[in-house]
């Protein structure tokens, strides 16, 4: 599997984090957390949050998830529930040369593959004002 969004380290661990009215949230789906000052995100949904502060945060990142094929970069776009393929879309047309894809839109190249067949890296980009700090 891949991930992609927004993450944080608070406590040694890493959470999905999200915000709302300047409000920082990390997310989590284990229990335990509730210890650790969680509590449930509304209704009968197994998500808990807590509010922190950009202080508390130890970093905070993007996901950009990609793959490589045929040494071209394609972004990860996402899984196709029916079929359960990967679907990667560049617009290189480069790519196209080298890759069996598909045209995509206007100025783009997609191809669908099962997951075990793609090799998925990750950018890792700072954001929070994380941006200044040494990897």
């Known amino acids: 599997m891949f991930r992609r969004g927004r993450f944080a380290r608070w406590n040694g661990n890493e959470y999905e984090i999200s915000s709302r009215n300047r409000q920082i949230y990390l997310t989590t789906t284990d229990k335990t957390e ?65 890759v069996a894809v598909l045209p995509h839109g206007s100025d783009a190249f997609m191809i669908e593959l099962p997951m075990d067949n793609v090799q998925v890296a990750e950018d890792r980009i700072p954001i929070l004002g994380f941006e200044d700090r040494l990897a």
């Open 34 to 98: 509730l210890e650790n000052g969680f509590s449930r995100l509304g209704g009968k949904t197994s998500s808990f949050v807590r509010p922190v502060t950009i202080s508390e945060l130890e970093d905070a990142y993007e996901i950009v998830p990609y793959a490589l094929l045929e040494g071209h970069r394609f972004a990860i776009e996402g899984i196709d529930s029916r079929t359960g393929l990967l679907k990667l879309v560049t617009n290189n047309p480069f790519a196209a040369k080298k």
